[in-house]
């Protein structure tokens, strides 16, 4: 049976692994530490334990030495983490 999730997405993900330190200025300046799950050309998916991610919020970013600021797209809370779609700006 296909999973209905996966026809929506517009690109391929591949598996990924790594730190991710997530940077918010607002609504309080806030370091978060991430693991990245999966990359896509536009995006990334990573899981970490602050729920309070919004859908729209702009965040700065860091994998590996690379900086760029991304989007959240989506929050799965989940039990013992959360999950956070973004899209690289």
Known sequence: MTNPWLERRRE???AAS???ILYLDQPVVLQITAQLLDVSSSGFRAQHMYPALRNGMI???RIEEVESSAIV???RIMDDC???GFILR
């Open 12 to 14: 391929p993900r591949i």
């Open 18 to 20: 790594g730190e991710v």
């Open 59 to 61: 965040i700065h970013v």
């Open 73 to 75: 797209v989506w929050n």
């Open 82 to 84: 959360v999950e956070t």
